[in-house]
C-alpha cells in the first residue's frame, strides 16, 4: 500500500492489548484500522474497520490497494457529507428576537440583520449572554464549595492532631472523602492509626 502512496504502519508492539492499540490509533484519528490474524491469513483475507462508523469490512488480499483506496474516497465523501448536512440543518435565518435566542441556545450559525451600529451589537451580546448568569451562579457555587472544603480540613486536622477526639463533624460525606484524600491528612491520618494502635496496645 506505502509503494501505492496510502501512508499506513503497523503496530506490533507487545506490550500492549489489542484493545489498548485500537484506541491509541483511533485518537489520532487514523481513518481506517486493519486487522490481520492467523484465520485471515489462512482464508487470504484482511479485516478493515472504519473509524466514522465503525463498520468492519473483510476485504480479500486480491486487489487490496485499490480496495482501500476506494474505501478512504468512501470515508471522505461520507464524512463531507455529514459536515455539509450538519452545516446546512445548524444554519438559521431570522428576524424575530425570540427565534434569535432560542437558535442560539441551540448552538446554531445565524444569519440575522442588524443597523450595524456597535452599540447595538454590543446590547444583542449582552441581551443574548445567558452564560454570564450560569458564569456567576457557578463561580459563585465553586467559591462556597472551596470555603466548605478549606473549613472541613482544618476541623480535620484540628481532630487528628487532638488525641482525646473521637468523632469529625463535617459538612458533608462528599466534602470528608475530598479532604482525606489531601495528602497532608493522609500523613495525619496514619499518624492517627498508629497512635490509636499504639494506645490499645497499652491498655
Given at each position: 500500500?506505502?509503494?501505492?502512496?496510502?501512508?499506513?504502519?503497523?503496530?506490533?508492539?507487545?506490550n500492549?492489548?489489542?484493545?489498548?492499540?485500537?484506541?491509541?490509533?483511533?485518537?489520532?484519528?487514523?481513518?481506517?484500522?486493519?486487522?490481520?490474524?492467523?484465520?485471515?491469513?489462512?482464508?487470504?483475507?484482511?479485516?478493515?474497520?472504519?473509524?466514522?462508523?465503525?463498520?468492519?469490512l473483510?476485504?480479500?488480499?486480491?486487489?487490496?490497494?485499490?480496495?482501500?483506496?476506494?474505501?478512504?474516497?468512501?470515508?471522505?465523501?461520507?464524512?463531507?457529507?455529514?459536515?455539509?448536512?450538519?452545516?446546512?440543518?445548524?444554519?438559521?435565518?431570522?428576524k424575530?428576537?425570540?427565534?434569535?435566542?432560542?437558535?442560539?441556545?441551540?448552538?446554531?450559525?445565524l444569519?440575522?440583520?442588524?443597523?450595524?451600529?456597535?452599540?447595538?451589537?454590543?446590547?444583542?451580546?449582552?441581551?443574548?449572554?445567558?452564560?454570564?448568569?450560569?458564569?456567576?451562579?457557578f463561580?459563585?457555587?465553586?467559591?462556597?464549595?472551596?470555603?466548605?472544603?478549606?473549613?472541613?480540613?482544618?476541623q480535620?486536622?484540628?481532630?487528628l492532631?487532638?488525641?482525646?477526639?473521637?468523632?469529625?463533624?463535617?459538612?458533608?460525606?462528599?466534602?470528608?472523602?475530598?479532604?482525606?484524600?489531601?495528602?497532608?491528612?493522609?500523613?495525619?491520618?496514619?499518624?492517627?492509626?498508629?497512635?490509636?494502635?499504639?494506645?490499645?496496645?497499652?491498655?
Amino acid at each position: 500500500m506505502s509503494a501505492k502512496g496510502i501512508r499506513c504502519e503497523g503496530d506490533y508492539r507487545n506490550n500492549y492489548s489489542p484493545g489498548w492499540k485500537f484506541n491509541h490509533w483511533e485518537l489520532k484519528s487514523v481513518p481506517i484500522r486493519i486487522e490481520v490474524g492467523p484465520k485471515d491469513m489462512k482464508a487470504n483475507q484482511i479485516v478493515a474497520v472504519r473509524r466514522d462508523s465503525g463498520e468492519k469490512l473483510i476485504l480479500a488480499l486480491d486487489d487490496v490497494d485499490s480496495k482501500i483506496q476506494q474505501l478512504l474516497e468512501t470515508i471522505h465523501d461520507s464524512m463531507l457529507a455529514k459536515a455539509q448536512s450538519d452545516l446546512v440543518q445548524h444554519t438559521k435565518i431570522t428576524k424575530n428576537w425570540s427565534d434569535f435566542c432560542m437558535f442560539l441556545d441551540k448552538k446554531n450559525i445565524l444569519f440575522s440583520p442588524f443597523c450595524g451600529e456597535t452599540s447595538c451589537e454590543d446590547k444583542i451580546k449582552a441581551d443574548s449572554a445567558r452564560y454570564n448568569e450560569f458564569k456567576e451562579k457557578f463561580s459563585t457555587e465553586k467559591n462556597l464549595e472551596y470555603e466548605n472544603f478549606r473549613e472541613a480540613m482544618e476541623q480535620i486536622k484540628a481532630a487528628l492532631k487532638d488525641e482525646d477526639s473521637a468523632a469529625i463533624d463535617l459538612p458533608s460525606v462528599d466534602i470528608q472523602d475530598k479532604a482525606t484524600k489531601e495528602p497532608e491528612v493522609k500523613v495525619l491520618l496514619a499518624l492517627k492509626t498508629e497512635r490509636n494502635a499504639h494506645t490499645s496496645i497499652v491498655k
